[in-house]
């Protein structure tokens, strides 16, 4: 059983930049291949490789992003390792900093917003935090812009049997909470078709480390899988306008809501890798 | 002079309902006659009157909006006049709240998104309130996709003038502190070519008062000069995608650090009516 607190952060970090590999090597293989079949210049992640500070001590990250692809409009794929003081007013929203401000945290995040509007947009993120508590988080949800049963049925079957493999009270209670995380009560809707989300979790570090990684590779397993159904399929611009006022729905929670972009912003991130998250165009109407 | 605060609220808030009136004849009229100048079918303001809750007893507003003019890419002007109780979390930054949650309100908002993007998207607010302390706040601001020397030296010339007529020192004062709450931390940079912002003025009722009516009259001078002078230039589709662009930070500025917004929204305001500061389409690149 590891016990020591930097084995902990040196083993979890090291999954969520293999993963971050992973993901970038999957993606950019949808994209070139769907790029291929239809003749089209082929779009490449961009790796940025960013640091917290001047010095080395306040760690960094590495952003990848993709900007206007064929099956992206925007992806990005991070994953950081950070660490330093949370000011003041920060402090004590965080689960055991109001005493000692100090904090490590790494992790990684997808957000893909697609350009086909058939297909939802994607979001997935796991992360480890360590304050004077340790705990792991995360979560999966899909935005699609229309309803589409079917898909909502399959993405929740694969996270349901994924977490049913850890424990058979997960699921219900991590979609519970992901329906609730992602609520923009201004409008009185949800974001999206929900999926998990998770917080705080630190009862048993091996066993909630590996269902982390589960839920890595099962966003992994529902991303390809949803893409692959929809990347095809004809759109027409009343649907993609109907996409872009979904993303403004979007870019409010994200904006108004949203844990990680506090976090991010709070914690002198860096900007343009907390904001990838937001869409290439939204619309109001 | 006025002592009792029902006369106080009676009056700010019948001066906002005025000014909301005196507004929407003049934009009105700038949208009707470019729209008949260049043949154009004529958009005109669409006013909805709406309560805080069922019974008349939390107030509500009455929010009128042009969505895709022809010089108003989107235009609201929002009279409200609110009461009610902070919520818990949000009492405590509030002045006046945090022992007693009461709270009544009154204020005029306007933000101007433009068709033609040689203009900048123009906001101004005013507004008393009135917890167990009572005040005004306000401001004018403006922002522009590109800088404009000249239009910049007069925009602030003219609130020197008007703000030099109240006090020699509130100029520099208030520009400060426009320039301040308006910065965006994680962008570092400021949302606009600046103008003037205060809060928690609360000295001299009828001073203070005098100086709210002429920042709103002023903004009426600012804003028909500023568009007059560019209403009838050319632009070109570069120019309307930086103005996108510039869109992104407004959103971003607005959803992440406005007070008005998180007031509205706190209070379980209208929230077309609050949202109404988010332009129709904005980019992130």
């Known amino acids: 059983m590891i016990k020591d607190l930097y084995s902990k952060k040196k083993i979890a970090s090291n999954w969520f930049e293999t993963l971050q590999k992973i993901f970038l090597y999957e993606f950019q293989n949808i994209e070139i291949n769907y790029a291929k079949?239809?003749?089209k210049k082929i779009k490449r992640f961009?790796?940025?490789n960013w640091k917290k500070s001047d010095t080395k001590e306040e760690g960094g990250g590495s952003s990848a992003i993709i900007k206007n692809g064929n099956v992206f409009d925007s992806i990005g794929v991070n994953f950081s390792e950070v660490r330093g003081k949370f000011n003041k007013k920060f402090k004590s929203q965080i689960l055991g900093a109001n005493k000692k401000p100090d904090y490590w945290a790494s992790g990684i995040s997808i957000v893909a917003?697609?350009?086909n509007p058939k297909i939802p947009a994607l979001h997935f993120n796991t992360r480890f935090i360590v304050t004077k508590k340790e705990w792991f988080g995360g979560g999966i949800d899909a935005t699609p812009s229309f309803q589409d049963r079917n898909e909502k049925i399959n993405f929740h079957k694969k996270i349901k049997k994924m977490c049913n493999n850890?424990?058979?009270k997960y699921y219900l209670k991590y979609k519970k909470w992901c329906d609730k995380y992602f609520y923009l009560p201004h409008r009185k809707e949800t974001r999206g078709m929900g999926g998990i989300f998770f917080d705080h979790k630190q009862k048993n570090w091996e066993k909630d480390f590996s269902f982390v990684r589960d839920v890595g590779l099962c966003f992994l397993d529902?991303?390809?899988?949803?893409?692959e159904n929809k990347i095809h399929k004809k759109w027409t611009l009343k649907q993609k306008n109907d996409q872009f006022i979904k993303?403004?729905?979007y870019v409010e929670?994200?904006?108004l809501y949203d844990k990680g972009t506090k976090f991010g912003l709070n914690t002198n991130g860096n900007t343009d890798a907390i904001?990838?998250?937001l869409p290439p165009i939204a619309k109001w109407n």
């Open 37 to 39: 079949k239809n003749k």
């Open 46 to 48: 961009k790796i940025r």
């Open 113 to 115: 917003h697609m350009k």
């Open 166 to 168: 850890h424990n058979k």
């Open 222 to 227: 529902c991303a390809k899988d949803i893409l």
């Open 247 to 249: 993303r403004g729905r």
């Open 253 to 255: 929670y994200n904006l």
């Open 275 to 277: 904001l990838m998250s």
